[in-house]
């Protein structure tokens, strides 16, 4: 496979402040006040990942509508997930099931998986789906995004749309590890840290697959998720300032 060299620059993000504390959600923070590499930054209170919603308490749920205002949830789960563990609802939130794996399962590896869900039967339509909701959602609300974890679908979901922002492979590398800082900081597993490095690896391939066969990953969801230039266009408005 061919190899790219990493980028020149490495935007220094790693932080606490886009964390979201909450009680019975894992691994929640907002993709915001990041700049782009053609200065334009993204939106505060527009954009939150996290882990699955079914653990969330009462004050949790407060939390999400009333400061973060999300309107909008996005269940990246397979649906027997969905059916098993059940989001707790946020008041006034829409909520939409767009699977990205047929079903739960134990890969072979982190690759495996990954390639699943970037390249598997489901991956075109919901994708398509999954950036429509996005273009749409209107500016007075948020929008979030999950899996299980916070790190397999979701995190292929957001390397995605920075892309499609203007954000460089390295800058979305740097970005999916704020994962593992944050799961880690929660965890006594010793080798939870192990688990993140593989799976961030899974991430690098992954993308890095798109760029050998597509030549960058903007032209992978151009010609393999085949999102029109007008979603582009939104996205871009609606999530860059």
Known sequence: MKQFKKEPERMSLINNEHRIYLDGVTNARELAGYMNQKGKKLQNGRIIRSGELCSATPDDLKKLAEIYHVGTVIDLRPKEMVTNRPDEKIPGARYINIPLLRSWY?????????????????????????????????????????????????????????????????????????????????????????????????????????????????EYINKQIRISKDTVSKLIHSYMA
């Open 106 to 218: 134990l890969a072979e590896s982190a690759a495996s998986m990954y390639s699943e869900i970037m390249f598997g039967e489901l991956a075109k339509k919901s994708f398509s789906l999954f950036f429509e909701i996005l273009s749409s959602a209107d500016d007075k609300h948020s929008v979030l995004f999950h899996d299980t974890s916070g790190i397999n679908e979701t995190g292929i979901a957001s390397a995605l749309l920075l892309s499609l922002l203007g954000f460089s492979y390295d800058f979305i590398i740097e970005e999916y590890t704020l994962s593992g800082k944050t799961v880690i900081s929660d965890s006594t597993d010793l080798t939870t840290e192990r688990r993140l490095s593989i799976h961030t690896y899974a991430l690098e391939y992954v993308l890095s697959r798109a760029r050998v066969e597509y030549g960058s990953v903007n």
